[in-house]
Structure formats: structure tokens, C-alpha cells
């Protein structure tokens, strides 16, 4: 077996303030209305929302922002959307209850969901459907025309996974390379290298480029990144899909009442701006979910120890310095 080492947060303050009758009315008159929306909200609320990296801030941020603009109509009170850095910040996140609402993949909703009891309660479909798939991909002149073929010559392979946070972009796949006794860790499998990009548009570019000869990647993604012009299909040969996955969740933090979920919900089901939907995996609408669609991830999660919090601040780490590294390649 080669070796490969790979190099490797939060206090939550909580004050509630009663206010006195007068104080209630005195803010009453000033606003003319009781400032509650049917989300629960008091005044001067915000709602905040925290995405996941799954792709790159800058094919993300003017979707982010319609989005914003969206649930601040739908909901009737202040609304940021931000774009977080790393997946264990957006655990944190939700976790400690500094958000209202999350977008994960699942493997990261699995993890927040066992820490904290966060709920899903929303997902996208692509095509109609609420599914989506983890890809091996290599170059079109490869040798190779499956990932049997590959594994042959496992030895002479460079591979790239995305996070390894990620569902589709490290959990499913390396699993079915563990099950094919070439992967059994971040540091010790047989493939000439392994590397961890960060997310799946930073894979797909290594693929295409050659920099990697394969990677792993979400298929929704990379059907957006195509459709928006950022990759060419041709760049790619597909030798691996999974099983379906449920697509990413959107999830509440234990306790959020059914009133502010309805309104959630609500607002997410009525979006039909391509801007937004293109940055979630190419979606076409958002729908309703339950928990227990992901079910079928945990096996893999739990092989790989990712149910606990802690084993994602070295990827988050690791994220940074890839981030840092691409952006001093840009320019």
C-alpha cells in the first residue's frame, strides 16, 4: 500500500430578553404593526441560511442572491444567504443555532442531523426527479472504458476526490473502492495518488486538463456546469455511476416549529427564477422531503467515521489551502 498524508469551533451565546408591556407597545406604534411574520419572526429578525460549497463562490453568488431577494419577499422579514467557506462551518452552524436553515449534502446532513437532530425538509429535483448520482470520470482518450479497466492499472492512476465531506464526491465512491480493496483511507490506498480538490467544478477541471487521470463527481453538477458552458461533455468519459442518491437536503434545526416549516417550504416550492435553480445541480423545482430518504447513505458514512463533527475540520482546512492554491494559479 502507498502512503499519502494529507494535512489536517464553536461557542454559541444565547440571550433572551423580556420586554416589558410598554417597551411591546411603544415598538408596536413605531412600526405601525406587530412585525411577525408567519415564520415566527420578531422584530428585526433575520433569517439566515447557509449554503455549502458544493461549487465555487463565483458560479454560485448571483444565484445566492436572487435566492436571498426571494425568501425575503416570500417570508416578509430580513434574509441572508451566505455562501460558507467549509461543510464543518455550516454544521456548526446549524448545529449551535446560529441558522435557520442549511443546505447540505447528505453526508453532512447525516452528521447534523446525529449532532444536533437538524431536520430536512426540502430537496430539488433534476429532470423531474429527485435523484441524483456519484460519477467516476476520466478523459476521452483514456484506455480505460470502465472503472474494472482502470483498477488494472490502479498503480499508474492519479484520482481526485472533491470534499471529503462530500456525499458524491468522496462517500459513495470511495466506498465502492474500498469494496474493490483500492482505497482504504486518505492516506493509505494503491492508486498512484489521491488529492482532494474542494468541490466538484474544481474536479471536473482537473479531469478535463489532465492534471488528474479520473475523479469523482455529482452528476447533477456536472450536467450544470455543461449546460452553463464552464466544461465541454466532450472533455469526459463516464466509467462509473452509483446507485441513485436522494438529492441534497435543505434542513431546519430541531425545535423550529411547524408553522416556520410550512412557511419554508412554502417559499422554496414557489421558486421558478433559473437563476436560482441552476446553481442547486441544474434543479427545475424544489420539493418536500422527509428525513429518512437518506438512509441509504449511512452505511457508507459510517465506514468512513463521518458522522462525527470533528472529522471535518481537517477537510475544511485542507478546503482552504486548495481555494488559496487556485486562486494564486488564476492570477
Known amino acids: 500500500m502507498k502512503k499519502f498524508l494529507l494535512p489536517a469551533a464553536a461557542a454559541v451565546i444565547l440571550a433572551a430578553c423580556g420586554a416589558e ?61 451566505e455562501h460558507y467557506p467549509g461543510y464543518n462551518a455550516v454544521v456548526e452552524a446549524i448545529n449551535f443555532g446560529h441558522v435557520d436553515l442549511a443546505y447540505f449534502g447528505p453526508v453532512t446532513y447525516l452528521i447534523a442531523q446525529e449532532s444536533s437532530g437538524a431536520e430536512a425538509v426540502l430537496t430539488q429535483t433534476v429532470d423531474g426527479d429527485p435523484y441524483y ?53 486518505e492516506s493509505t490506498y494503491e492508486f498512484d495518488s489521491v488529492q482532494f480538490t474542494g468541490s466538484h467544478d474544481i474536479t471536473a477541471n482537473a479531469i478535463a486538463s489532465g492534471d488528474v487521470d479520473a475523479g469523482a463527481i455529482d452528476s447533477a453538477i456536472f450536467q450544470a456546469l455543461i449546460e ?12 462509473w455511476e452509483s446507485e441513485q442518491l436522494y438529492q441534497y437536503p435543505w434542513a431546519v434545526p430541531e425545535g423550529t416549529s411547524e408553522e416556520r416549516i410550512n412557511d419554508v417550504q412554502d417559499a422554496f416550492t414557489s ?41 471535518l475540520e481537517d477537510d475544511d482546512d485542507e478546503e482552504e489551502d486548495n481555494e488559496e492554491n487556485n486562486n494564486e494559479d488564476d492570477a
Not at 32 to 60: H, K, L, R
Not at 228 to 239: M, T
Open 21 to 81: 408591556n410598554n417597551n411591546e407597545n411603544e415598538n408596536e406604534n413605531e412600526n405601525g404593526a406587530d412585525n411577525t411574520s408567519g415564520s415566527e419572526a420578531e422584530d428585526g429578525e433575520v433569517f439566515e441560511v447557509a449554503v455549502i460549497p458544493s461549487q465555487s463562490i463565483g458560479e454560485m453568488q448571483e444565484g445566492l442572491d436572487r435566492l436571498e431577494e426571494h425568501l425575503a419577499d416570500s417570508l416578509e422579514m430580513d434574509v441572508e444567504v
Open 228 to 239: 452553463a458552458g464552464d466544461i465541454e461533455e466532450d472533455d469526459f468519459k463516464l466509467l
Open 133 to 185: 448520482h456519484s460519477y467516476i470520470l476520466t478523459q476521452p482518450d483514456a484506455p480505460w472504458e470502465d472503472l474494472d479497466e482502470l483498477l488494472e492499472e490502479v498503480e499508474d492512476v492519479s484520482f481526485a476526490y472533491g470534499s471529503q465531506s462530500s456525499t458524491s464526491g468522496f462517500t459513495i465512491p470511495a466506498y465502492e473502492l474500498y469494496d474493490r480493496g483500492v482505497y482504504e483511507s
Open 271 to 311: 421558486i421558478e427564477d433559473d437563476e436560482i435553480l441552476s446553481i442547486f445541480g441544474g434543479a427545475d423545482a424544489f420539493i418536500e422531503i422527509s428525513p429518512d430518504e437518506y438512509d441509504n447513505v449511512m452505511e457508507a458514512a459510517r465506514h468512513f467515521d463521518m458522522l462525527d463533527p470533528e472529522t
